[in-house]
C-alpha cells in the first residue's frame, strides 16, 4: 500500500507516534534514512524552549507556512496574535483547529489571503525545505510579506550547505510516493536569502536547533 505523507498525522487520539504498524523514517534518495520521532513528537508536542525563541521575534500578524498540528499557531492565538495557519494535511489542519488556531488546508504555493500584507512569516521545523528550492520559498515568503516584513525561519546546522534531495517518508513496508525537499544550513542561508532579496538579520541557536530572522 502507498503511504500519503498526510498519514502522518493520521492516528487514533491517544495512539502512541508511529502505532501500531511502527516508527516512521524519512529516507533520502541517496538512501540515507532517518528515524521522523523525536521531530513528529515535537510537531504533535507543546511548544518548548526553542519554540518560544521562535515566537519572540513574531511581530505583528503572522502567517505560520505548513504548520502542521498546530503547535506554534495555536499559542500565537492563545497570545491573541492574529496568526493563520496553512497546511496541505487534512489530518493536520483538523489538529490545529482543535489546537484553537485559525488555519486554512492549502498549499502555500497557491493563493493566500493578505498577500503582501502579512508582518511576520514563519517557516518552522525544516519547512524552508517544502518544495525542493528553498530559494524559490523565500521569494514566495517575500511576497506574503508587507513592506518591513520579516520570516523567522528555521535551518539545518552550520556546515550543512544547501542539499536540495527528494525524499520518501516510510513505515514498516510502506512508503510514500519521493517528493522534492531541501535541507538548509546556517552556512548557506545568506546566499539564498539574498537570491529572494532577503537578507540575514539575525542567527541564533537555542537547544540544538538553529534559526534566523530575515528581513526585506
Ligand atoms: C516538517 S512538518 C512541520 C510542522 C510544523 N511547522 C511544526 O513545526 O510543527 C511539515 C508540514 O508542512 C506541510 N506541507 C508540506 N508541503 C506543503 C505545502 N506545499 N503547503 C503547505 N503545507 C505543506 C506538511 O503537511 C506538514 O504538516
Known amino acids: 500500500m502507498t503511504l500519503a505523507v498526510s498519514d502522518l498525522f493520521a492516528r487514533p487520539a491517544g495512539e502512541a507516534v508511529g ?4 516508527p516512521w523514517f524519512a529516507r533520502r534518495e541517496d538512501g540515507r534514512r532517518w528515524p521522523l520521532d ?3 513528537g515535537r510537531w504533535l508536542g507543546p511548544v518548548d524552549a526553542a519554540d518560544r525563541s521562535m515566537l519572540a521575534r513574531v511581530s505583528g500578524t503572522a502567517l505560520d507556512l505548513g504548520c502542521g498540528p498546530g503547535r506554534l499557531v495555536g499559542e500565537l492565538a492563545r497570545r491573541g496574535v492574529h496568526a493563520l495557519g496553512v497546511d496541505i494535511s487534512a489530518d493536520a489542519v483538523h489538529l490545529a483547529r482543535r489546537a484553537g488556531a485559525a ?7 497557491s493563493p493566500l489571503p493578505g498577500e503582501g500584507h502579512w508582518d511576520t512569516v514563519l517557516l518552522a521545523d525544516g519547512n524552508v525545505g517544502i518544495g525542493g528550492d528553498p530559494g524559490a520559498l523565500l521569494r514566495r515568503c517575500r511576497r506574503l510579506l508587507a513592506p518591513g516584513g520579516r520570516a523567522v525561519v528555521e535551518v539545518e546546522e552550520p556546515g550543512t550547505g544547501l542539499v536540495c534531495t527528494r525524499l ?3 513505515r514498516g513496508a510502506e ?16 546566499a539564498t536569502a539574498a537570491s529572494a532579496g532577503l537578507r540575514v538579520h539575525e542567527g541564533w541557536e537555542r537547544s540544538g536547533r538553529w534559526f534566523a530572522t530575515l528581513l526585506g
Do not use: K
Not at 19 to 22: F, K, S
Not at 103 to 109: E, Q
Not at 175 to 190: E, N, V
Open 38 to 40: 523525536p521531530p513528529l
Open 168 to 170: 520518501r517518508l516510510e
Open 19 to 22: 502505532g501500531l504498524e511502527g
Open 103 to 109: 488555519v486554512l488546508r492549502r498549499s502555500l504555493f
Open 175 to 190: 512508503a510514500t510516493s519521493w517528493f522534492d525537499w531541501a535541507s538548509i544550513g546556517a552556512d548557506a542561508l545568506p
